[in-house]
Antibody, heavy 121, light 108 residues
Framework: QVQLIQSGAEVNKAGASVKVSCKAS????????MNWVRQAPGQGLEWMGI????????SHAQKFQGRVTMTRDTSTSTVYMELSSLRSEDTAVYYC??????????????WGQGTMVTVSS | EIVLTQSPGTLSLSPGERATLSCRAS???????LAWYQQKPGQAPRLLIY???SRATGIPDRFSGSGSGTDFTLTISRLEPEDFAVYYC?????????FGQGTKLEIK
């Protein structure tokens, strides 16, 4: 079945970086966009950015400019999201979510289980 | 960016009742690239509705979506106990792909 499996919970100090992985299975990895969405405790959903697993091109929300890097490894069908210069406000659950077929826009139909990232001071 | 405003913030209803949730966009969402998600505590969101009115795979027909332009509605015809959750709308026509702030549907 189609699924996204994310890496485990992380605790990082303020100022450090965190890298979360998301391994896809059950479909052609390079055919669908992958998005990253985060959710702070008790808050709503916030879209962070998108990667095209085929060519590796990315786009992200302006507020993460200079701090977020999204990459992929086609040999393992895994995407990565690295967030640097962590601050307390980055404490959240981070989700990967499959988007549309490359070249098309579509909602997020498959979600990972989420990765809790805690930033300590 | 397109700002989505959901109302009400919290909706208190009983099982068997009808729920109507609203999502208003700050700009027209062309081609109805509007989706609705359900999220239960400790779980990832689940896609319910896409294209403003199409049900995702496996979603019961008591869930329906409508609307166009800037005003959209999610309706749950007869609430089941498992429907009490938080609901988010999202536009995916233009980056950044923004979400509404959510409507919490709670048991009265």
């Amino acid at each position: 079945q189609v699924q996204l499996i994310q890496s485990g919970a992380e605790v990082n100090k303020a100022g450090a970086s965190v890298k979360v992985s998301c391994k896809a299975s059950g479909y052609t990895f390079t055919s669908y966009y992958m998005n990253w969405v985060r959710q702070a405790p008790g808050q709503g959903l916030e879209w962070m950015g998108i990667i095209n697993p085929s060519g590796g091109s990315t786009s992200h929300a302006q507020k993460f400019q200079g701090r977020v890097t999204m990459t992929r490894d086609t040999s393992t069908s895994t995407v990565y999201m690295e967030l640097s210069s962590l601050r307390s406000e980055d404490t959240a659950v981070y989700y990967c979510a499959r988007g549309g077929i490359v070249g098309e826009t579509a909602p997020f139909d498959i979600w990972g289980q989420g990765t809790m990232v805690t930033v300590s001071s | 960016e397109i700002v989505l405003t959901q109302s009400p913030g919290t909706l208190s209803l009983s099982p068997g009742e009808r729920a109507t949730l609203s999502c208003r966009a700050s700009q027209s969402v062309s081609s109805s690239y509007l989706a609705w998600y359900q999220q239960k505590p400790g779980q990832a969101p689940r896609l319910l509705i896409y294209g403003a009115s199409s049900r995702a795979t496996g979603i019961p027909d008591r869930f329906s979506g409508s609307g166009s332009g800037t005003d959209f509605t999610l309706t749950i015809s007869r609430l089941e106990p498992e429907d009490f959750a938080v609901y988010y709308c999202q536009q995916y026509v233009r980056s950044p792909y923004t979400f509404g702030q959510g409507t919490k549907l709670e048991i009265k």
